[in-house]
T-cell receptor, first 113, second 114 residues
Framework: GDSVTQKEGLVTLTEGLPVMLNCTYQ???????LFWYVHYLNESPRLLLK?????KRTEHQGFHATLHKSSSSFHLQKSSAQLSDSALYYCALSEANTNKVVFGTGTRLQVLP | EAAVTQSPRSKVAVTGGKVTLSCHQT?????MYWYRQDTGHGLRLIHYSYVADSTEKGDIPDGYKASRPSQENFSLILELASLSQTAVYFC?????????????FGEGSRLIVV
């Protein structure tokens, strides 16, 4: 079945440094959607950005990601981390035929002053 | 703004007891989902539904049942709660129209089984 891999469980960095959270996936569907959801403490997870278009950069709230089907990757990036970016970030994949959404194990981003 | 509400928000249950987690959405969405969140495992899909009176198994359905009596309501039932079911449970809904639909999550239900 489909799967999403987020190798880093915890990423710690200093405010102002660039952020890159890795996401790779496996799917048999050529038209699958990839998502990044963010989960702030004491809130509900919510969508950060999504894409199904190969090699197109998607941006939202200062974050961006580009879906690369050739390498099955959808890494999340930001040029300069802020303290308020500290949260749990999930990469997810949506199966085209069933609307079933599969999540990775999540990466906790901790931004320090 | 999408609205998904869960109840109870927190519960302590005894091993072997029955637990029902309820979810209500006012988004007019067809799809509803139950996920559990565990450190190191992320969000794992338990059951989901795309129409009233029908449910589908997710990736970890063992030990759980689901019920979708109406479009708005989706319940997760633990007939015999076990210690391993201690977790935070999230309900979500999404519309139809393809795989790119956004999931809208509830606030979560923290379940502790003792």
């Amino acid at each position: 079945g489909d799967s999403v891999t987020q190798k880093e469980g915890l990423v710690t960095l200093t405010e102002g440094l660039p952020v890159m959270l890795n996401c790779t996936y496996q799917t048999i569907y050529s038209n699958a959607f990839l998502f990044w959801y963010v989960h702030y403490l004491n809130e509900s997870p919510r969508l950060l950005l999504k894409s199904s278009t190969d090699n197109k950069r998607t941006e939202h709230q200062g974050f961006h990601a580009t879906l690369h089907k050739s390498s099955s990757s959808f890494h999340l990036q930001k040029s300069s981390a802020q303290l308020s970016d500290s949260a749990l970030y999930y990469c997810a994949l949506s199966e085209a035929n069933t609307n079933k959404v599969v999540f990775g194990t999540g990466t906790r981003l901790q931004v320090l002053p | 703004e999408a609205a998904v509400t869960q109840s109870p928000r927190s519960k302590v249950a005894v091993t072997g007891g029955k637990v029902t987690l309820s979810c209500h959405q006012t988004n007019n969405h067809d799809y509803m989902y139950w996920y559990r969140q565990d450190t190191g495992h992320g969000l794992r899909l338990i059951h989901y539904s795309y129409v009233a009176d029908s449910t589908e198994k997710g990736d970890i359905p063992d030990g759980y049942k689901a019920s979708r009596p109406s479009q708005e309501n989706f319940s997760l039932i633990l007939e015999l709660a076990s210690l391993s079911q201690t977790a935070v449970y999230f309900c979500a809904s999404s519309g139809t129209g393809g795989a790119g639909n956004t999931l809208y999550f509830g606030e979560g239900s923290r379940l502790i089984v003792v």
